[in-house]
């Protein structure tokens, strides 16, 4: 049987426990008490709608029935593809309640990236908006359905179109009146989430965050932000991002009882009108979108001056970049965020001084996160040094959901997380990231797969062999390069190559932004593809 959730060991756990960090108490827990403290006041709202904590409560209660009569259970996994929306919120409580566990995918995955979300998670259903940003969701889920037969829901925000079976979202709540729900369906050592990991090897990872220790990242995250009641989160990035969500993002704003906003584009115009507008204190962007706020900040007339925190992660921010944002934003903070799906979160502190707010991304938010510096050998560098960063701590999953052999590679025997970043810790123990030695390219935050995206190109007939390499680039921060060897004759090019990706249903950011033909593949004296050499024709 694989395994879903890697525990941590029985010392660890009531470690956490006595500490504090785990409470015990589970999310639908979390809302009632929320609704408690702070019922009238505005919970979330978007360009339609707007929703107190109580309302939210109602409103998932009812969606949590209207599951529960189509015939989801407790443990059940659901795909989750939405925008940001209010109905995001009310349907992940609504899920949580019932014990199903949401699946987090990304709005540009395609058929490649749902089919196996779905497959590798067992998914019994799927929740989509019915078109977004010019793309029928519709088509996509049926595509997938066809394939995944274990799919058995799929639920349209919007209008779901003609297709057989599929049910609108609004629909959910009439279709539970009558139902009465068990009373708790879940507990706080459980899986609550499963996020989406970035990525090293072939098909992407899930990572299961239980209640416990989610819920303990986006409160430590908040209290490092200061959030409070009078606190306004603007959602500028996807919501369904561990970082938009929970770093402390939409969960770690409401735990503070504060409201969050939830911004439809992360256009810097549009999003200064809900700064002013909603008084908004604190939003995070990554560092792709740095530029174009930078720019729109000198020239805005929209009133700033609510903002306290101007949180940016992802990938790394360039030190010169992090110092116009100090600037241009005052009296706005400046707060770096190194974060990872996977658990670990680093945050720069709102009182740190200049230098440290440009140089560095942050340091760990608990005291109880582990840090390892350490060499190939996995001993510890000296101080100051670069190596590549191990953790484990009180958030930081233990293992991969149902990947027994990636998770012997990826994590030390005694439990560390082998992040595959490398980092330098300075005295004050904060970390300046410095490379990588994984096999990812990070694309303005977006990561990529290298082998994953081969796989894919291997694939095309006019290819004998291929390499995904990131090349450093000023907007994105790094773009990826395909170095193609041609099976016979001329190689395809770019453009054949992103329509051949296209249609084998590929999330369009993996496609290379340049394709390199090459005669041969450099080899390491292992017989591996050089990827080093290759990088470096590319510096
Ligand atoms: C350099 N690399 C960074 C940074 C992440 C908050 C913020 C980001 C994520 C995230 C997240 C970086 N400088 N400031 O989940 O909660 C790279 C590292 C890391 C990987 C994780 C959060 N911030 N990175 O980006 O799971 O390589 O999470 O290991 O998508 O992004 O990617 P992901």
Same mark, same amino acid.
Request: contains cysteine; proline residues 7%; aromatic residues 8%.
């Given at each position: 049987m694989p395994v879903d959730l890697t525990e941590w060991p029985s010392d660890a756990a009531e470690g956490y426990r006595a500490a504090g960090y785990w409470t015990g108490a589970t999310y639908p827990e979390f809302l009632a008490e929320l609704v408690q403290r702070h019922g009238e006041r505005t919970a979330v709202l978007d360009d339609r709608m707007r929703l107190s904590f109580r309302e939210l409560d109602e409103q998932s209660a009812a969606v949590a029935r209207g599951l529960h009569a189509l015939g989801i259970r407790a443990g059940e996994r659901i795909l989750v593809q939405l925008p940001n929306r209010a109905e995001f919120l009310v349907l992940w409580f609504a899920l949580v309640?019932?014990?199903?566990?949401?699946v987090h995918t990304q709005p540009g995955h395609r058929r490649s990236e749902i089919t196996h979300l779905a497959e590798l998670s067992g998914a019994s259903g799927y929740v989509i908006p019915d078109r977004h940003d010019r793309f029928d969701h519709r088509r996509l889920a049926a595509e997938v359905r066809a394939e995944c037969p274990a799919l058995r829901h799929v639920i349209v925000l919007g209008d779901p179109g003609g297709e057989p079976g599929f049910i609108a979202f609004s629909e959910l709540a009439g279709l539970g009146a009558g139902t009465v729900l068990p009373e708790r369906a879940a507990n706080a050592g459980e899986i609550a989430v499963l996020l989406?990991?970035?990525?090293?090897?072939?098909?992407?990872?899930?990572?299961?965050?239980?209640?416990?220790?989610?819920?303990?990242?986006?409160?430590?995250?908040?209290?490092?932000?200061?959030?409070?009641?009078?606190?306004?989160?603007?959602?500028?990035?996807?919501?369904?991002? !561990?970082?938009?969500? !929970?770093?402390?993002?939409?969960?770690?704003?409401?735990?503070?009882?504060?409201?969050?906003v939830l911004a439809g584009n992360p256009d810097p115009g549009y999003c200064f009108e809900l700064i002013e507008r909603h008084r908004v204190t604190i939003t995070a962007i990554n560092p792709q979108l740095a530029p174009v706020w930078l720019d729109e900040v000198e020239h805005t007339s929209a009133d700033l001056s609510s903002l306290r925190v101007l949180q940016i992660g992802s990938a790394r921010l360039a030190d010169d970049t992090a110092r116009q944002v100090i600037e241009r934003f005052e009296p706005a903070v400046l707060q770096q965020v190194f974060g990872m799906a996977e658990g670990l979160l680093n945050l720069t502190r709102l009182g740190d001084d200049r230098e440290t707010l440009a140089t560095t991304q942050g340091k760990p938010i608990s005291v109880a996160d582990e840090i390892r510096v350490v060499d190939p050998e996995d001993n510890e560098v000296a101080a100051g040094e670069p190596g590549e960063l191990l953790t484990r701590g009180p958030y930081t999953l233990r293992g991969y959901y149902r990947a027994e052999e990636h998770n012997a590679k990826n994590f030390t025997p005694d439990g560390f997380y082998r992040t595959g970043d490398l980092v330098r810790r300075t005295e004050s123990g904060h970390l300046i990231v410095v490379g990588r030695v994984k096999d990812q390219i990070n694309r303005g935050g977006e990561k990529i797969a290298a082998t994953e995206v081969e796989g894919h190109l291997l694939a095309h007939p006019g290819i004998r062999s291929v390499a995904l390499v990131g090349a450093p680039d000023t907007d994105l921060g790094e773009r990826s390069v395909a170095f193609v060897v041609a099976q016979h004759g001329d190689a395809p090019n770019r453009l054949e190559l992103t329509k051949f990706l296209e249609q084998r249903g590929i999330a369009a950011y993996k496609a290379p932004d340049r394709v390199e033909h090459i005669e041969t593949m450099p080899l390491t004296p292992l017989g591996k593809m050089d990827k080093k050499a290759l990088a470096e024709r590319l510096a």
């Open positions: 309640r019932i014990g199903a566990v949401p989406l990991s970035g990525g090293t090897t072939g098909k992407p990872k899930l990572i299961p965050r239980t209640h416990d220790d989610y819920r303990y990242n986006g409160v430590a995250a908040a209290a490092v932000c200061e959030l409070g009641e009078d606190s306004v989160y603007l959602a500028t990035l996807p919501i369904s991002f !561990n970082y938009t969500w !929970n770093c402390p993002g939409v969960l770690g704003t409401l735990g503070a009882g504060g409201t969050v």
